[in-house]
């Protein structure tokens, strides 16, 4: 009797200590989301998340996944489509990024492999203009690093925990902290592509890089209350002010009220 008695205040507090809503992340091959990007009342551009499915990369099964970010054409002085490219595996290990860089006014393919044997990130850079042109170096890799775009499935994966986190991020040459503040609040959200209020779980943090599109300081966001953690409206502060990044377009995913 007493033996069933433990293991049944083991099981109640094991139940009590998990996070509500508790289910696995679910990856979505093909997934594809688009996201309006406002200051006050003036569209600056969009953003595009693509999961553009497997592939194996360094001997590892990862999911391909694109950023892009395109500018308001009309707004002249951003002038501005940026692509990038994170090949990360399920566990959220990053194998390789791949994005477009500046060095003395030239633009560079910049390509970083995670080496997490020799805990080494090797970068290859090569001259858009020309190719003969190249960079190559070693960085140390540190512990709990990821791109920018890992960086939004790593808080994807985390969004309905309670917990306080830092980890790394990086752009360029440049590498900072990103401080999570993940709190499972359950609120509702409205966007302008859906009628009704969509369930959706808070979270705050701070940037302490300066990072895509020149994403710096606090921010806050509201994902999508459910196994697939879709960002859904987020505040973030660039080099401008604060924006608003709202969701527009969406495959796949059906909202929960």
Same mark, same amino acid.
């Given at each position: 009797m007493r033996t069933f008695i433990l293991m049944m205040v083991l099981l109640l507090v094991t139940f009590v200590t998990l996070p509500l809503h508790s289910q696995e992340f679910k990856w979505q091959e093909n997934e594809e989301l688009s996201y309006g990007v406002d200051w006050t009342v003036v569209r600056l551009g969009k953003i595009h998340l693509k999961n553009l499915g497997r592939e194996n990369i360094n001997n590892k099964s990862t999911y391909h996944i694109r950023l892009i970010i395109e500018s308001n054409p009309l707004l002249f002085w951003l002038d501005n489509q940026s692509v990038y490219d994170s090949y990360i595996t399920d566990s959220l290990q990053v194998v390789r990024f791949l994005s477009d860089e500046k060095v003395d006014g030239k633009v560079y393919n910049a390509r970083y492999d995670f080496d997490y044997d020799n805990? &080494? &990130? /090797?970068l290859s850079m090569l001259d858009k203009e020309n190719p003969e042109n190249k960079i190559n170096k070693t960085l140390p890799l540190k512990p709990n690093i990821y791109d920018g775009i890992s960086l939004i499935f790593y808080a994807r994966m985390n #969004? !309905? +925990?309670v917990k306080d986190d830092t980890v790394s991020t990086f752009i360029e040459d440049k590498s900072g902290d990103v401080i999570f503040n993940f709190k499972n609040s359950k609120q509702t959200s409205k966007i302008d592509a859906l009628d009704k209020e969509v *369930?959706? #779980? +808070?979270f705050s943090g701070t940037l302490k890089v300066t990072g895509i599109a020149g994403v710096t300081g606090p921010f806050e966001a509201w994902f999508s209350d459910d196994a697939y953690r879709l960002p859904v409206v987020s505040y973030l502060d660039v080099f401008i002010g604060s924006v608003k &990044? #709202? !969701?527009? *377009?969406? /495959?796949y995913w059906k909202p929960t009220y």
């Open positions: 805990h &080494i &990130i /090797n #969004s !309905l +925990y *369930k959706t #779980s +808070y &990044i #709202s !969701l527009e *377009k969406w /495959n």
